[in-house]
């Protein structure tokens, strides 16, 4: 780093990427909606620490996620659809940085924080006498790592694995007029590329 460079450092950063995630993993649960991938994206709010062999990074994290769906049939009397939508996280991470080379350098950390969506549940058929509309929310936490490359003293691209979880909550429905409690939860393996601007009020261009 330039011997100008203080060894605190403000950043911003827009992320996107893809999830490939699972809701109501429940064993024997009906509402199983198996592994697919959805977008993701979101930004941070952070503040770098800058070490003699990297940084150490602690930021806020907001992201939403496209809709997670599923649809079983019944042998020709009807199906049901199960879908998680409007998925947020607010998140407190940590990480840490690790630059052996000049421009290129690893990271790895984690954060928690809280999640939610609307677990929504309808059908077709028989199963129009099931049905379920309720926003859910509860802890969550990530824990992952990647590669960064230092574009200039201000801008960083990287690209990283994460595995994010919301730990299971209790949605209501209605079978038939009576209402029923079902559980419901959230968890994918991420796959995110993110761009960082520090100081971004300040010139950017490398020296």
């Not at 150490?56 to 079983?72: H, N, S």
């Not at 929310?137 to 690209?159: C, H, K, P």
């Given at each position: 780093?330039?011997?100008?460079?203080?060894?605190?450092?403000?950043?911003?950063?827009?992320?996107?990427?893809?999830?490939?995630?699972?809701?109501?993993?429940?064993?024997?649960?009906?509402?199983?909606?198996?592994?697919?991938?959805?977008?993701?994206?979101?930004?941070?709010?952070?503040?770098?620490?800058?070490?003699?062999?990297?940084?150490?990074?602690?930021?806020?994290?907001?992201?939403?996620?496209?809709?997670?769906?599923?649809?079983?049939?019944?042998?020709?009397?009807?199906?049901?659809?199960?879908?998680?939508?409007?998925?947020?996280?607010a998140?407190?991470?940590?990480?840490?940085?690790?630059?052996?080379?000049?421009r290129?350098?690893?990271?790895?950390?984690?954060?928690?924080?809280?999640?939610?969506?609307?677990?929504?549940i309808?059908g077709?058929?028989?199963?129009?006498?099931?049905s379920?509309?309720?926003?859910?929310?509860?802890?969550?936490?990530?824990a992952?790592?990647?590669?960064?490359?230092?574009?200039s003293?201000?801008?960083?691209?990287?690209?990283?694995?994460?595995?994010?979880?919301?730990?299971?909550?209790?949605a209501?429905?209605?079978?038939?007029?009576?209402?029923?409690?079902?559980?419901?939860?959230?968890?994918?393996?991420?796959?995110?590329?993110?761009f960082?601007?520090y100081?971004?009020?300040?010139?950017?261009?490398?020296?």
């Amino acid at each position: 780093y330039g011997g100008d460079e203080t060894n605190r450092q403000f950043y911003v950063a827009g992320i996107i990427g893809a999830d490939f995630a699972t809701l109501d993993k429940v064993p024997g649960n009906p509402t199983n909606v198996p592994n697919q991938s959805i977008f993701t994206a979101g930004g941070t709010l952070g503040m770098r620490f800058l070490r003699d062999n990297g940084a150490v990074r602690l930021e806020f994290e907001g992201r939403g996620r496209d809709q997670v769906l599923d649809t079983a049939d019944f042998a020709g009397v009807g199906s049901i659809t199960t879908s998680g939508t409007d998925g947020w996280s607010a998140m407190v991470n940590v990480w840490r940085d690790y630059q052996p080379f000049d421009r290129l350098g690893l990271y790895a950390g984690g954060g928690i924080g809280g999640g939610g969506y609307r677990s929504v549940i309808s059908g077709t058929g028989l199963g129009e006498f099931v049905s379920a509309n309720d926003p859910v929310s509860n802890f969550a936490w990530q824990a992952g790592g990647g590669v960064f490359y230092e574009i200039s003293q201000r801008a960083t691209l990287d690209l990283g694995y994460r595995f994010f979880s919301i730990s299971e909550s209790t949605a209501s429905g209605e079978f038939f007029g009576t209402s029923f409690d079902y559980p419901t939860n959230f968890a994918a393996s991420e796959l995110l590329l993110t761009f960082r601007i520090y100081e971004p009020f300040r010139g950017w261009r490398r020296r």
